[in-house]
């Protein structure tokens, strides 16, 4: 159709070979496809009797990326951006008036001259802003974030993690995201928006923290869209940078070894207070006894965490496993037990799930969290996975296993608490999960939280919690390879598996979540009779 008026056509890896200036890329280059089509972007740039149209498939997230990064390197040069959306019921009659348009455009507006100007340095965060500024980090995890907000202040840091959002704020998540970007990005990015809107901070002496996974998964591009989002909001002074990430994303923040031992000891706390209290909440004899005894640990975990040492946080260890033990709970009692598992941000954030703990506690099933501590020993692990069947670095295998080495010493008073008690099960190794996991699917599927969503199904169904919520954003295409994709799989290994997928979005109706949650949990009730306790 193109042809047919005339004009030849190259696609974008006949131009690679070609020299053109760097392309003023700002998003993380993480693609080979992309980084081909930000080439042919600066290519069309650079000449000017050429044009770019991008073709992109509807529901690609990727693209939800590159198009707007394309779109800014050619209109920075003065250029047309084109992009034209494909999908099953697309027709060339839209395509074609959008082509007579671009070319009625190009023939009006005259030659521009291509011009190597500089582009202004993003806004990063210095030392002097340690003092000054307020950190905004989004909520993901509310016991574990108010016990790391906790540490992160103890060390200087004037962290603000904001109340959970409400529907304006993810909607305004969506106005300045574009609508196929990942669910938990919009969720993000609605948060730090609506904090910053609200006045409760002065953008002038605000930044925001995020966390930067650094792989395929479009989570190691948050940042670049947050900043996108913050431009286009108003708010272009405010830096952006990472806790974690690559070296050039996390500006002055010192992630110090005492400040790591430290977070790491506020996630052990949060993993340990969200499980002993969820065993025992569903079957307390005196009601409200489990929720009392929550808030006083999390005040004695804050405290502790601000002046204890390693001694008295193993001490506090094994008293928060003794006395959540010794709760008055009626042992004749069954519910089913529930598993959450998916995408990090949707299985931990209450508003992103539609606060599935709390509909699943109200309709009689004991929750079972998998630990949060969990991920990031994943992402360590896949260091290991990478050097084994990828030719990764030796050096970075070995920084993993110190790392994973690292946080377990921190996990061992809880472990032998948990071993030594009565109602509650000490967690997996992550090189067990990965195992587990290894019997299903290839530790190489490494994006998203890849192998690891599939180990911690395995790992739940085999310790007797049968039923599974398997939650995953909308497109999310890594997560429902690794989930979705295995539910069938697992359902004919393991008999009793009764597992239920949810997409999470902006667009999900509760109605319908609820209505699969019932009937998940109508099957869970019919198995209680004969199932393992």
Not at 370 to 378: M, N, Q, R, S
Request: hydrophobic residues 40%.
């Amino acid at each position: 159709m193109i042809q047919s008026y005339g004009l030849p056509i190259l696609s974008e890896d006949c131009v690679y070979h070609t020299k053109t200036d760097s392309p003023p890329v700002s998003v993380v280059n993480q693609w080979s496809y992309h980084a081909r089509l930000y080439h042919a972007a600066q290519f069309a740039a650079e000449n000017p009797n050429v044009t770019l149209i991008q073709l992109s498939s509807f529901g690609c997230g990727l693209d939800a990326l590159t198009i707007e990064q394309v779109k800014e390197i050619l209109e920075s040069h003065g250029k047309i951006y084109t992009m034209i959306k494909l999908d099953e019921v697309s027709n060339l009659g839209a395509a074609r008036i959008r082509l007579r348009s671009l070319l009625a455009a190009l023939k009006k507006r005259p030659p521009v001259e291509y011009s190597t100007k500089k582009f202004p340095e993003r806004p990063r965060f210095t030392p002097d802003c340690k003092g000054k500024h307020t950190i905004l980090a989004p909520q993901m995890a509310p016991i574990h974030f108010e016990l790391v907000q906790t540490v992160l202040n103890k060390y200087g840091y004037r962290v603000l993690i904001p109340a959970l959002p409400d529907k304006a704020a993810i909607d305004l998540g969506l106005r300045y995201v574009n609508n196929e970007m990942c669910y938990p990005a919009i969720v993000v990015t609605g948060q730090m928006l609506a904090a910053l809107k609200s006045g409760e901070c002065d953008p002038d002496n605000t930044s925001i923290i995020l966390f930067q996974t650094c792989g395929g998964c479009r989570a190691t591009n948050y940042i670049s869209v947050m900043r996108r989002a913050l431009k286009f909001a108003g708010f272009g002074q405010v830096p952006v940078f990472a806790c974690w990430g690559l070296p050039d994303e996390t500006d002055a923040f010192n992630l110090s070894r005492n400040c790591l031992m430290d977070a790491i000891k506020a996630s052990v706390y949060g993993d340990l207070l969200m499980n002993v209290s969820n065993r025992m909440r569903p079957y307390e004899i005196r009601r409200g006894e489990t929720d009392k005894l929550f808030a006083e640990w999390m005040t004695l975990a804050k405290a502790d965490l601000v002046d204890g040492n390693y001694f008295s946080y193993r001490k506090n260890i094994k008293e928060i496993v003794r006395q959540f033990d010794a709760i008055a709970i009626n042992e004749t009692l069954t519910k089913p037990r529930v598993g959450i598992v998916g995408e990090i941000l949707v299985k931990y954030h209450p508003v992103a799930n539609n606060f599935l703990e709390k509909v699943l506690h109200e309709e009689g099933a004991e929750v079972v969290m998998p630990d949060f501590v969990d991920f990031f020993l994943y992402i360590a692990h896949d260091a290991i996975v990478k050097q084994e069947l990828l030719g990764g670095s030796r050096k970075e295998r070995i920084f993993a296993e110190i790392f994973i080495k690292f946080i377990e010493f921190f996990r061992l008073p809880m472990k032998t608490a948990l071993k030594n008690s009565k109602h509650f099960r000490a967690p997996h190794s992550i090189k067990e999960t990965a195992r587990l996991a290894s019997k299903f699917v290839s530790t190489g599927n490494l994006n998203g939280e890849g192998w690891f969503l599939t180990g911690e199904m395995v790992k739940l169904i085999e310790e007797g919690v049968e039923n599974v919520v398997c939650l995953q954003p909308f497109a999310c295409l890594p997560n429902h390879l690794t989930g979705k994709g295995v539910m069938h799989t697992l359902r004919q290994h393991f008999e009793r598996a009764n597992v239920v997928a949810i997409d999470c979005e902006a667009g999900s109706s509760e109605v319908n979540q609820l209505n699969r949650i019932k009937l998940m949990l109508s099957i869970a009730k019919k198995l209680l009779p004969t199932r393992r306790r």
